[in-house]
Structure formats: C-alpha cells, structure tokens
C-alpha cells in the first residue's frame, strides 16, 4: 500500500510540476465602454502612426498628415475597420490550432484499490501506466492540415483586407463625386439665377413673352432642388468613407482627402490584356487561398487514410495481491474487425474532390470577372475621351461667344446659354470620368491587387500591414 501511495503521488507532482497550468482570466465585454471608444477613434490616433510606419516608405514628417489619399485611407482602415480585426482573430485561432494539431497524447496512470474476505493480507491494489502510440504519421497528417488551414486563414485575412481596401475606394470615389458634383451644381445654379434675371429685363422693355421666363424659372428651381439633393448625397457619402474606414463620421470633418490621380485614369494600353488575365487566373487571393483549402484536404485524406492503421498503448502494470507483487506490461489496440475506416475516408475523397471544382470555379469566374473589366474599363475611357471633345467644343463656343460680346455683336442672355451648355457638358464629363475610375475599380477587384503605383503594397498571406 506504501508502493502504490508513492507511485501515485509521484505520478501526480511530476504532472504538476512539469506542466505550466494556465489561469483563467475574465474579458468582459462593456457595451458602453466599446461605444466610447468607437466614438473616441480618430486619424490622429498614435497607434495608427506606429501601424502607419510599417507600410509607408517614407512616414509623413508630422502626424497626422495634412492630406490623407487613397492609400493611406486604406492603410487606415486596415487598423480600425473591425471586420479586418475578426480575420485576425479568426488567423489566431488557426495557427493556436496547429499547436493543438502537434500536441502529443498523454500518458495515462489508473489504480485500483480493494479487499477480500482472507485474514491474512486482506488488501487488492494495483497501479498501471500507459502511454499511447500514435502510428502510419497521423500527428504529420493532421499537422499538415492545421498549418494548410492556417495558411487558408492567412489568405482569408488577406482578401477581407482587400474587400476593406476596395469598400475605402469605392466610399472615396463617392465622397469625391458627390463633392464635385455640389460644386457644379452650384455653378449652375448661378448661371439659372442669372438667366432669370436677364430674361426678367428683357421682358421688362417688351423683348419677350412670359412664359420664357417661367420657363427659365422653372429650370431654375429644379436646379436648386437639385442642388438640396446633392448637399444631402455629400453628407451621407462622408458617412458612408468614414463607415468604410471605421471610424466615427465627425473624424473626417476636418480632413482633408485628396485623389491627385483621380482626373487622369491610365490609359486602357497601359494594362496588357495577357497580364491580367494571367493574374487573375493566378495570382488572385482567392486563388492562393484554394491552392491551400486543396492542400488541407489531401492532408485531410492522408489523415483519414492512415486511421486504417490502429494505434495502441503500451505501459507498465504493478499490482499487489494476497502479500505479491506483481509486474506486467500492458499492450492494447483496437483491432480494425467490423470497419476499416471507409466511410470517413470516402467522405475525405469526396471533400478533396469539393475543393477541387471549387478552385477552379474561383479560377474561371475570376478571368472572365477581368476581362469584362478589362473591357468595361476600355469602353469607359472611349466614353471619357468623347466627354472631353465636348468639353472643348464649349469651351471653344463659350470663347467665340464672349469675343462677339466684347465686339458688340452678341448679348449676354446668348453668352449665359452657351455657359449652361458648357457646364452641363462638364457634368457629363465628371458623369464618365466616375464611370472610368469604377471600372477601374473593379479592375483593380478582379486581380485582386492594386494597379497604380504609389498604392498600398499588394496583399499576401504574410504582409506586414496584417500583421
């Protein structure tokens, strides 16, 4: 009895004193406190700067920066946007599970204790210690799959991080638009009041009738209807960068967001139809991250494969019976007699299988996603060009309009109509420039990485900005 007391407690330090014991720690979560701090989040941030610093070549001498651009914007909401903090979370939890993966079953240690009815040496007791043999690389197998996993997370990461980059673009592009189309609105609400108030004095000394004023009245208040709208699209589109970014929209008030490229979109020759098409069937996220969905299931199949091979323990036994002591050693397997394995290993086959035609459908879908791009983006130049045609032929008439003012030979009524048609022609202009730069946009989405310099860095399972 003396034995087993010892060998038991013996067992038990060692387990105590071998193996770090984790505490458990509360996180509460505070719904008020988190509404504090979301409102609370600003570009001025001085964690942002040290985050900032790890994607920028050459960090801004003060902080913040008096402009913020696309790029920054993006690296911006790379560190506020939560749903780039969920990916994260969800990469932890991958790579915590390779750990978990490579993690050796322990040994056991049993004991029993009892009695008999005999006078001498009444006692029963025995102690056993078994140690479990993994056999056929199960713990390689299952290893491999958690690191495929993981590198799936990574990319999974990488592509939610694109999918913020592109959802910043799309709200700056926006924000810009709106931005520029309240100012011509303005403009052109001007050029009606002005019409009005020509026409008012013509009709005065008996030039016209009636009506043409109405008529330049009616154009008038449309126009400031007009305008009302594009004040109220303004506010929601600052809302709606601020929501990208993921911040409060009081911390883009005083901001200043600049697009020094955003009039001047590359031309269609600059992208080689090859190349994209190459990236897109390549280099994509979501391709990086099927290869590695693909290879966790071989690694999965392997797996299941190698569970037709049993494993088994194997340890020492110690028992104490009527004044003996006893010794053996102890071997126990499950013996493969009513299955061996298949189902799980059909299933497995079948899961690979999945993973295959779900690789190349991305594949396929993301080269034909380029080259309609590719060609939207090529129409929407073509547009643009013919916007900007009409843009000088205003200007051009606005010029020949003016010289004959200043002659004596026109008026300003047919001075302020040539001007309603120059600016309704850079509405149109600013209408196709906003067409171009989405489709570059999705472009830019369909080979998943951007196309200008002076951008962010494309992405990867293992970019620093992910990090």
Known sequence: MRLLATVVATSVLAAQVGCAVRQYRPAPL??????????ARSLADPALREFYAKMAATPPAAWPPSDWNLADLTV??????????????????????????????????????GGETAAETPWLAGVGFSIPI?????????????EQL?????????????????????????DLVATRSLELLATEEQLRAERVRLLEQRLAVGLIARPDVDAAAIEHTRTLLALRTAEGRARQAEISLAAAIGLPAAALHAVTVDWPAFDRPPRADTFAAGAIRGDAALNRIDIRRGLAEYAASEAALR??????????????????????????????????????HQGPIAEAEARREQAAAQFLAVQAAGVTQAEQALARYTAALAELAQADRLIQQAAAQDEAVRRALAAGEGDRVALNGVRLQKAAATTGRLDALTNAQQALGDLEDAVQRPLLPGDIQPLSARSPVLR
């Open 150 to 174: 993981a590198e799936a997370a990574r990319w999974d990461l990488a592509a939610t991080a694109w999918k913020v980059r592109s959802q910043v673009r799309r709200a700056l592009l926006d």
């Open 76 to 113: 911006a909401a790379f560190y506020f946007n939560p749903a780039v903090r969920v990916a994260k979370a969800r990469v932890a939890e991958a790579e915590a599970a390779v750990v978990t993966a490579g993690t050796r079953p322990n040994p056991t240690l049993r004991g029993d204790l």
């Open 134 to 146: 993994e056999t056929a690389g199960k713990r390689r197998d299952r290893v491999s799959r958690a």
């Open 30 to 39: 505070s719904p008020a406190e988190s509404a504090a701090s979301l409102d």
């Open 303 to 340: 797996l299941e494969i190698a569970k037709q091979y049993p494993d088994f323990d194997i340890g020492p036994t110690y028992a104490f019976e009527e004044g003996l002591h006893l010794f053996s050693i102890a071997l126990g397997l499950t013996l493969p007699v009513f299955n061996r």
